[in-house]
Each structure stands twice: as structure tokens, then as C-alpha cells.
């Protein structure tokens, strides 16, 4: 079936750190979505890419489509203890009914 | 303006019983999703409702799962003889009505269940 797979699953980094996780999936994506997820709350949305190699900043987040669309990547550039979390990508497949498809995610721990 | 709510906010039940999970999507939005979500692990899709398409029921792990949707409204997500490892979040996301692959979910709460 439809995957988007995400590693690592766990990454722990001191603050001040940088941290990146890594999305890809199994077939051709029409967009890529990010969200953020605190320790006891529900996600929510940070971005969406839709363009091959398109790259978009946050502050201190970097978000990149591939040119392939199949992958993409988060990267935070000296993490505060703010940014724990899980990130989950989401994306759209071509195929099929449309409906997003949200990867396994990367839970990120940061020790001050 | 509200956001998505979902009812109750949690839940305990013994093993055998029916609950009934609530959700009131944003107005307007005509996608609506529920999603289960285990004690530290990801979002397992469950059911999709999109305007008055027939749902795409594929995540439902059993005949023991079931949703409705009145309209663009809310919805109902249904355990039958609740079991243990029917114990999670439910939480339920809606997207606003346009392109499919431009929708931005937007999350409830989440009920939490635990089954005992």
C-alpha cells in the first residue's frame, strides 16, 4: 500500500544543536505538508510544498521537496527546547482517492 | 472564529461495551478525517469523508469500526465491543473545501479511550 516512512523515529540533541528528519514515500506526491505535534497535543500544520526542489524557510526551519517528489526533509537549524516535539510529513499521492497520507514521524527531544 | 472540537475529550470504558466518539468539524469545511494515534506512535488513518463522495472507509481495522457523517457536518466514529487495544487518541482533522492536494488539515483535540 500507499507509505511515507520518516527517519529517524527518535532523536535526542542537546539545544543549540542542529537536527534533520528525512520523509519519503513510496510513490510520486502531488504536495508534501509538515506538522508539528507537542508532547500532548494534536498536530498542526507548518507548511506545504507542491513545486519538485522547492525549498521554503521558517525562522529557523528549512523544508525541502525533492526533485523527484518522493522525498523530503525538515531541517532545524539550532534547536531550542521549544522545538520538541514529533514532525510528521503528509503527503498527497497521485494516485487513489487523494486523501493525505501522514508518515510515521520523528520525535525530537532537546536537553538545554 | 472555533476550530474543530471533538466529545467527550476522554473516555474510559470496560471491555465488551459500545462508545461513540463526537466530531464538529470547522463550518464550511467539506473534508473530514479520523485518525487513531497509540501512546507514542503515529497517526493511523482511519476513514475520509469528502463533500458528498462515498467515504473512503480503507483505515477501518474492523467490522467493529464504523462513521457517519450528516451531511458537511458532524460526524460519529462508532466501537463496537470495545477490546483493549481499541485504547488511543481518536482525533479527528477537516480541511476546508478547494484542490484535494492543497487541503492544510486542521486537528481536533482528540478524545482519549482507554478500555479496561
Known amino acids: 500500500g500507499q507509505q511515507v516512512m520518516q527517519i529517524p523515529q527518535y532523536q535526542h540533541v542537546q539545544e543549540g544543536e542542529d537536527f534533520t528528519t528525512y520523509c519519503n514515500s513510496s510513490?510520486?506526491?502531488?504536495?508534501i505538508q509538515w506538522y508539528k505535534q507537542r508532547p500532548g497535543g494534536h498536530p498542526v500544520f507548518l507548511i506545504q510544498l507542491v513545486k519538485s526542489g522547492e525549498v521554503k524557510k521558517q525562522k529557523r526551519l528549512t523544508f525541502q521537496f525533492g526533485e523527484a517528489k518522493k522525498n523530503s526533509s525538515l531541517h532545524i537549524t539550532a534547536t531550542q527546547t521549544t522545538d520538541v516535539g514529533t514532525y510528521f510529513c503528509?503527503?498527497?499521492?497521485?494516485?487513489?482517492?487523494?486523501?493525505?497520507?501522514f508518515g510515521t514521524g520523528t520525535r525530537l527531544l532537546v536537553s538545554p | 472564529g472555533a476550530g474543530v472540537s471533538q466529545s467527550p475529550s476522554n473516555k474510559v470504558t470496560e471491555k465488551g461495551k459500545d462508545v461513540e466518539l463526537r466530531c464538529d468539524p470547522i463550518?464550511?469545511?467539506?473534508?473530514l478525517y479520523w485518525y487513531r494515534q497509540r501512546l507514542g506512535q503515529g497517526l493511523e488513518f482511519l476513514i475520509y469523508?469528502?463533500?458528498?463522495?462515498?467515504?473512503?472507509k480503507s483505515g477501518l481495522p474492523s467490522d467493529r469500526f464504523s462513521a457517519e457523517r450528516t451531511g458537511e457536518s458532524v460526524s460519529t466514529l462508532t466501537i463496537q465491543r470495545t477490546q483493549q487495544e481499541d485504547s488511543a487518541v481518536y482525533l479527528c482533522a477537516s480541511s476546508p473545501p478547494g484542490l484535494a492536494n492543497t487541503d492544510t488539515q486542521y486537528f481536533g483535540p482528540g478524545t482519549r479511550l482507554t478500555v479496561l
Open positions: 503528509a503527503g498527497t499521492m497521485n494516485t487513489g482517492f487523494q486523501k493525505l497520507v
Open positions: 463550518s464550511g469545511h467539506t473534508a
Open positions: 510513490t510520486t506526491l502531488s504536495n
Open positions: 469523508f469528502q463533500g458528498n463522495s462515498a467515504p473512503d
